[in-house]
């Protein structure tokens, strides 16, 4: 692959007949087959749909997990979408606001729009603001409401689809992305970060005494409590309400299931801004979460898993050439079993693959294969610390059986020590918890190593990434 490649949805959208960068569109990006050489490939995602589970969303988490240098990242497209996430991050840009703007008229309930380009604007005055912006939040094309009210203030920031561009601002947007390439970038620390030294030792646990299938009970969380006073730390358990109160802890241990377009996430990104240690931090939520993302990389690094065919509503007919019936489908982020269905027969997968598709483009197949128990191996700093066994729900196929009244069944489990695990489940874990997960946090609930037991001691082992 190229070492510079621009992504689009449509080749009008960037005619290369004047540009010496290779141009793709993102449904053969999204099929292009991995090859060890394409790691250090500088990836412009210029795709018009950014939103959280569209094609352009998926084109830059799998460069990601391809190893690609992708702008903009998977962060900065969730921080962009919501004003709570990138809002802290801008606070201390005020002054040079102000001094941006101080020729422009101040009457209260004015607007100006700013529109930047890979850090760079025709306006002279706004040139060292739009630098800034740019490297807070790196997206090819920024636009930029302020509001008057006294003085300027940004009232927005949202990422500028191409096609939301006229003839000028697209010639603008392609000499920008040419100086871009051409001078050396370095990746800033993220905005808002402190160091973590502190003197006392408050730890807040977030959790939801309502949620129907918590990761941890409130028994276990009880437990936590008693330990943390033993150990000499403060335990308190907050909910969503807290959000304002994260400032006064030193860590954040998240124990509801957490998700990118959800508080859970704010929570993480919230806590790393002011220097907390969290768990799960921001990187791990956004990769560890999404099995489109934990298949690639698992490929990439050719960690063995069961056959897994990555799909859109297209695909339907070929992935029935490649699949013998019956076999599971699931969403990219789905947990504790919701996302994850099995067909039978091609009505079934018409009607599961129409419910599923309402929700994300992209869709996994794998095989079915039934096994007893799930094999999870949970690390901290890449390092196993326990082994535990996930069974089935009573005469169903997978750990928790969600019944049509709402209702949810779950298999047991059994926590075993360490040196009690197969030697390949646990290599396989830390192999895969080396990879590029996050820094703080990876359990082996996902990309998890199973093993089917058969009569006679005899083992076979099977890799499947199954929830």
């Excluded at 010639?171 to 992305?177: M, N, P, V, W, Y």
């Excluded at 129907?212 to 006073?229: D, M, W």
Aim: proline share 6%; charged share 30%.
């Amino acid at each position: 692959m190229p070492k510079n490649l621009i992504v689009v949805d449509s080749r009008r959208d960037w005619p290369a007949d004047d540009f010496d960068i290779p141009v793709i569109t993102a449904i053969d990006y999204l099929r292009r087959k991995y090859q060890p050489e394409d790691r250090r490939t500088r990836v412009i995602n210029l795709c018009r749909n950014l939103e959280y589970g569209g094609v352009g969303y998926y084109c830059s988490l799998l460069g990601e997990a391809r190893g690609h240098h992708v702008l903009p990242e998977v962060r900065t497209l969730l921080e962009v979408r919501r004003q709570s996430l990138y809002r802290p991050g801008l606070a201390d840009l005020q002054p040079l606001l102000e001094k941006a703007t101080e020729n422009l008229q101040k009457e209260v309930g004015a607007t100006y729009v700013l529109r930047i380009f890979f850090g760079w604007t025709t306006e002279e005055p706004m040139r060292e603001i739009a630098r800034e912006l740019f490297e807070r939040l790196p997206m090819p094309a920024l636009e930029v409401q302020l509001r008057a009210n006294g003085v300027w203030r940004i009232q927005r920031v949202c990422g500028l689809p191409i096609g939301d561009m006229d003839p000028v601002e697209k010639a603008e947007l392609r000499a920008a992305l040419q100086h871009y390439l051409a001078r050396r970038r370095r990746k800033s620390k993220p905005a808002g970060c402190k160091p973590a030294e502190r003197m006392r030792y408050d730890l807040a646990i977030l959790h939801d005494p309502r949620e129907v299938l918590p990761p941890s009970s409130s028994r276990t969380l009880k437990h936590f409590v008693r330990i943390g006073k033993r150990l000499g730390i403060h335990v308190e358990l907050i909910q969503r309400r807290d959000y304002g109160r994260l400032a006064e802890f030193d860590a954040l241990f998240i124990r509801e299931t957490t998700r990118i377009d959800h508080h859970t996430y704010e929570f993480a990104r919230k806590a790393e801004q002011e220097g907390l240690v969290v768990i799960d931090d921001p990187d791990s939520i956004l990769r560890c979460t999404n099995k489109v993302y934990l298949t690639e990389i698992l490929r990439a690094h050719q960690v063995p898993i069961l056959e897994t065919i990555i799909i859109r509503k297209t695909d339907l007919r070929r992935l029935e050439k490649r699949l013998s019936y019956p076999f599971v489908l699931k969403v990219p982020d789905g947990s504790f079993s919701r996302g994850v269905r099995k067909v039978t027969d091609p009505e079934t997968l018409r009607k599961v693959a129409a419910e599923l598709f309402a929700d994300s483009d992209l869709l996994l197949a794998q095989p079915y294969c039934y096994t007893p128990f799930d094999w999870r191996i949970g690390m901290l700093d890449r390092q196993p610390l326990f082994a535990c066994q996930y069974f089935m729900s009573s005469n169903h196929w997978q750990i928790v059986r969600h019944l049509d009244n709402g209702r949810a069944l779950q298999g047991g489990f059994r926590t075993i020590p360490l040196h009690e695990a197969p030697t390949l489940v646990l290599q396989t874990a830390v192999r895969a918890a080396n990879l590029n997960w996050g820094r703080t946090l990876w359990c082996g609930s996902q990309g998890n190593v199973r093993r089917r037991f058969r009569r006679g001691g005899q083992r076979q082992s099977e890799y499947r990434s199954r929830h």
